[in-house]
T-cell receptor
Framework: AQSVTQPDIHITVSEGASLELRCNYS??????LFWYVQSPGQGLQLLLK??????LVQGIKGFEAEFKRSQSSFNLRKPSVHWSDAAEYFC?????????FGAGTILRVKS | ETGVTQTPRHLVMGMTNKKSLKCEQHLGHNAMYWYKQSAKKPLELMFV???????ENNSVPSRFSPECPNSSHLFLHLHTLQPEDSALYLC??????????FGPGTRLTVL
């Protein structure tokens, strides 16, 4: 069965600093991979997705993620964090109509 | 309206009440989903509908009863809930096997 691990429950970064959120997955075939963001009391917004092709994926709000098959990872990055990026971030792996989510990483941004 | 909408946004109910959550998608998708998001737990898939047919029931208690009258509307009927059912209930839609788009959620409190 698929599983997703986000090893960091909380991360705090300074505004303007770079960010990397880790995601590792367990899946037998080539996975469909997603990053979603959730602000408090809101639904999930899609940041980016990987289905195939170029392993470096660009998303909205200046985020990118890199698929590394050898490490079973799909880490999310942003070169310069803004205070508005404070939220909870979820990595997910998909198969057909099923999405399996990680437990999420809460990002705090300090000014 | 665009995207996925959910009503009500907040709901407080007693354990003996009957209530319904409504989800509507304006994206022309053919699959719809219910998820439960509890504090400190990963998102849990509850139900999946494809072309109005239920294709997934993730061992959800019978006090939760989904209904999908057409590909644009999804309901979750609630009766005799327990306090541990308090959570954020998220609806999503997709073209089968493709990216899921989420609504803002209904925050449910069971007293």
């Amino acid at each position: 069965a698929q599983s997703v691990t986000q090893p960091d429950i909380h991360i705090t970064v300074s505004e303007g600093a770079s960010l990397e959120l880790r995601c590792n997955y367990s899946y037998g075939a080539t996975p469909y991979l997603f990053w979603y963001v959730q602000s408090p009391g809101q639904g999930l917004q899609l940041l980016l997705k990987y289905f195939s092709g170029d392993t470096l994926v660009q998303g909205i709000k200046g985020f990118e993620a890199e698929f590394k098959r050898s490490q079973s990872s799909f880490n999310l990055r942003k070169p310069s964090v803004h205070w508005s990026d404070a939220a909870e971030y979820f990595c997910a792996v998909g198969e057909g109509n099923k999405l399996v989510f990680g437990a999420g990483t809460i990002l705090r941004v300090k000014s | 309206e665009t995207g996925v909408t959910q009503t009500p946004r907040h709901l407080v109910m007693g354990m003996t009440n009957k209530k319904s959550l409504k989800c509507e998608q304006h994206l022309g998708h053919n699959a719809m989903y219910w998820y439960k998001q509890s504090a400190k737990k990963p998102l849990e898939l509850m139900f999946v509908y494809n072309f109005k047919e239920q294709t997934e029931n993730n061992s959800v208690p019978s006090r939760f009863s989904p209904e999908c009258p057409n590909s644009s509307h999804l309901f979750l009927h609630l009766h005799t809930l327990q306090p541990e059912d308090s959570a954020l209930y998220l609806c999503a839609s997709s073209q089968s096997g493709d990216t899921q788009y989420f609504g803002p959620g209904t925050r449910l409190t069971v007293l």
